[in-house]
């Protein structure tokens, strides 16, 4: 287990099991987590995958960067440090969630890469599903949903990821999909064919999107 600042605590091992929990959702439970600059469609590519997952029948929850900021994190601010944190948070809620028996999607830029794998490490092998959102900065910017890059290139937003605060992308992601390139249908379909090669959910016909 990790480590912890208190020597009075004994990890506890339940009676009802992950395995068993698997069993019961007919299938494996993996954390997916989506990663890329702010604009890249890590929220949008994660929630239709979730969508296409929950009309196959399969048990799924979406750790959300904006959604969490709003409560477990939202003691943090968006200092090299602060990110740090913020992404060991996520990484240990997900892998609470994972011995739930569901599949936990993530979708934070968590630009570094020592954080990511951090995140990785805390699972076996295998259960641990980078996907990169690979889009340009312009085509991120052209998007600005939020108007995020427009408040960062006016000095608003200090720390802003591909601004002034780096992106390291993924060197070996289980899976890369170009956002700006491939139709969203396209990237999900990606995702789900490789949760099938993998064996962590069965195969299925495809749901159509909303």
Not at 34 to 48: D, E, V
Not at 152 to 167: E, H, L, M, N, V
């Amino acid at each position: 287990m990790t480590n912890t600042k208190s020597s009075n605590t004994v990890w506890h091992h339940a009676t009802v099991t992950r395995a068993d929990r698997e069993n019961l959702h007919q299938h494996k439970s993996v954390i997916i987590w989506f990663t890329g600059l702010s604009g890249s469609g890590k929220s949008t590519l994660a929630h239709a995958v979730e969508d296409q997952l929950h009309k196959r029948g399969i048990s799924t929850f979406v750790l959300d960067g904006d959604n969490v900021r709003h409560g477990l994190c939202s003691d943090l601010t968006f200092s090299d440090h602060d990110r740090v944190e913020n992404i060991r948070r996520i990484g240990e809620v997900a892998k609470l969630i994972i011995e739930s028996g569901v599949i936990t999607l993530t979708a934070f830029i968590s630009p570094f890469k020592s954080d990511r794998n951090a995140a990785r490490n805390l699972v076996p092998h295998g259960e641990f599903l980078e996907i990169y959102c690979q889009c340009p900065i312009e085509t991120c910017e052209q998007r600005d949903v939020k108007g995020l890059y427009k408040k960062a290139r006016a000095g608003q937003i200090p720390f802003f990821t591909g601004i002034d605060s780096p992106y390291e992308a993924p060197e070996n992601p289980e899976l890369s999909v170009n956002t700006k390139e491939q139709t969203l249908e396209e990237s999900v379909q990606a995702v789900i064919d490789l949760l099938i090669s993998r064996g962590i959910i069965k195969d299925a016909p495809s749901a159509p999107l909303p």
